[in-house]
């Protein structure tokens, strides 16, 4: 492991896990660096255009480099070029948004997000990064990955009065998610909101991330939950089969 290489990367992920502009002070103290060191890493970022300073803060924040970088893997994300077909499909049947995600550390991040087809307005969530414990997307992910160990190693946060945030409340509910392969969300990443989402597998039947519906926790969970569970089962089950996953798999129940 090149040292250099590792603790710029930590800088990385300290700006974009936080606040939106940290000082030296606080990288400092979250990436455990000395600040000459972390300074001296931040102006070589900077020359590459991953970081920007505030000119009147000093402030750093992430560069436009970075959105280069991030565009690229989502171009490059096999899952999400074969999930547009089945993310579109399934945002009509169910009538509520759907979102595809993976997972990337701690928190999964949105690949590709499919509007409710209304005329509501609506904010478009691709980038948007959530703590793995907090949401359905999240749950379906974490019931199969092969380090689940090291998701417990991070802080869980409560986002609401109704996150799970114990270590057995958790347990309990990848187990569901492997008994039935469906994870239900109610109210833990936002109040009002819900999640209704299935694992997606690739070849080997590895877990590649989730495709789900999010919405109102009122219409999500209420009389059309079943319809729901169905529907985003039978598209995840469809989208694994487009990776390359075996055809016939207990994931699913």
């Given amino acids: 492991m090149i040292q250099s290489v590792e603790r710029a990367a930590l800088i990385l992920r300290a700006l974009g896990a936080g606040a939106p502009r940290l000082g030296v002070t606080e990288i400092s103290e979250r990436v455990g660096l000395a600040k000459p060191t972390v300074h001296g890493l931040l102006r070589t970022l900077e020359r590459h255009e991953l970081v920007v300073q505030d000119a009147e803060t000093g402030k750093y924040a992430l560069g436009p480099a970075v959105l280069q970088l991030g565009n690229a893997y989502l171009d490059g994300s096999e899952l999400r070029a074969r999930s547009l077909l089945w993310a579109d499909s399934l945002a009509q049947r169910a009538n509520e948004s759907v979102w595809v995600a993976t997972l990337s550390g701690s928190r999964v991040i949105v690949l590709h997000h499919v509007f409710r087809p209304d005329d ?108 729901l569970l169905l529907a985003v089962r039978e598209s995840a089950r469809a989208l694994s089969r487009d990776l390359g996953a075996p055809r016939i798999t207990s994931a699913y129940g």
């Fill in 120 to 227: 509501m307005m609506q904010i478009l969530e691709v980038g948007a990064a959530i703590p793995w414990h907090a949401c359905a997307l999240g749950h379906a992910i974490a019931a199969y990955h092969p380090r689940i160990e090291e998701l417990f190693e991070e802080p869980l946060v409560a986002l609401t009065g109704q996150t799970r945030t114990e270590r057995e409340q958790l347990e309990e509910a990848l187990t569901a998610v492997r008994r039935t392969g469906m994870a239900v969300e109610d109210q833990e990443a936002a109040l009002g909101d819900a999640g209704i989402a299935a694992p997606v597998f690739t070849r080997g039947g590895v877990v590649a991330g989730a495709i789900g519906v999010v919405g109102p926790a009122e219409r999500l969970l209420g009389v059309r939950r079943n319809d």
